[in-house]
């Protein structure tokens, strides 16, 4: 009884914890949008405001969606396995639709601008982040949801999916911060200094990304929070593991 | 045999890993050495060079001896906890020293120069980590050296002051690569989207932190590789789970 209420106490800060980071994410991408939408113009898929499509989409794919794609296997924890990893694979699928765009958006203003691609440590751990997020996206199909994978082949990877799912969100968190740093120098040049609004909202909005990593960094690596087998999956991986075993369900 | 056959293994792997982290280190703290001696004039503690203390302080300090200081319990191993504790803590007291010299070295050079302090979301980042860094070792010497704390307040606080170990070093890197973004912008200007010498090596410079971030982070969460207690500990730590639980050691 005492342990089960124990339990329950330990879920309800879970929950407190994954709504923190919801109210967290909605406030990266409501400052990200008055920032763009008000302070530098507004968004266009043509001219100069093309590039303010950037920082949107990337804060909504690369650093919302994928924040709570990590999160899918805490909150629906009572699903099928195979429901959880349809709803994480698919939440990764809008994340890198919408990076995309955003991605796109940075390159064509760049070309209209004259302005070299991807020369700045920004532009080459955004590349990297990307390019490494979309490999573990494929792999992590081809092992997870594709039906030929082994159990032992799934549960060795695992542990180096997850580690990187976690080191990638938190890169493209860095790499955020880096474009905050960047387009403020750039946008506002000496004035910067002075910390205007714009400045200070930005900078605020740099601490809150910060503040989102953390949270979602929290609640996935809490042991005791980990969704549980359900029954009928316990059943199967102890099967699973006489037989790897070699023995037979009857023997100690 | 060959779990032991299969242990040993393991930490070859891990040992790997170390020599790996150590060699990224290093190439990351000459390569800050090259940056500000060759390309931004070299080192003094007065006038426009003072500046450049504070990046390799920094590299130094917050992620080199940082890093290393949460590799202690992997690679001591075999030392009692009291001394990997004492090096532990000791190797963060230098990467404290360090950092603050590199702070205020960067303070000094704003103010001589008239510029500003702390507007950037580099400097609230760095504020905000080097604060909290300050914190995590007065509270982790108060409950895990001082005598008075009690074992299960230590056993309570610790996977936090592991968590939050790991988000520092992690948020210490960002805050470099924000600074180095900077940094570039504002010694090379519109060259640096011409990617001359010092940008490809600063930006570099930014991926090699990531690597050794990422190297770090891999090894000290394998539980696999985990330090494991030693005998005598292993005896103390049964007699104190047989004390709080309320049994006599003899009861099953």
Redesign the interface.
Known sequence: MERSLGRYQGLSWMSGFVASSQVLGLAIIAITGVWMGHFRGGFAWEGALQFNVHPLCMVIGMVFLFGDALLVYRVFRNESKYTSKIIHGTLHVFAFVIALVGIIAVFENHANSK??HL????S??GI?VFILFFSQWVIGFALFLFPGASNAHRSRYK?LHV?FGI?LL??A??TC??G???K???SLGNS????PVE?VL??AL??LL?AFG?TI??IV??DEWKRPPLPEEQALSMDFKTLTEGDSPSEQ
Chains 1, 2 share one sequence.
């Open positions: 302005i070299p020369y700045s440590i920004h080459w751990c990297a542990s580690f080191f938190t890169a968190i860095g911060l880096m905050i740093n960047e403020l120098i750039f910067y200094s002075q910390l400045g930005a900078n740099g601490l910060l953390v960094g929290y690596t809490r």
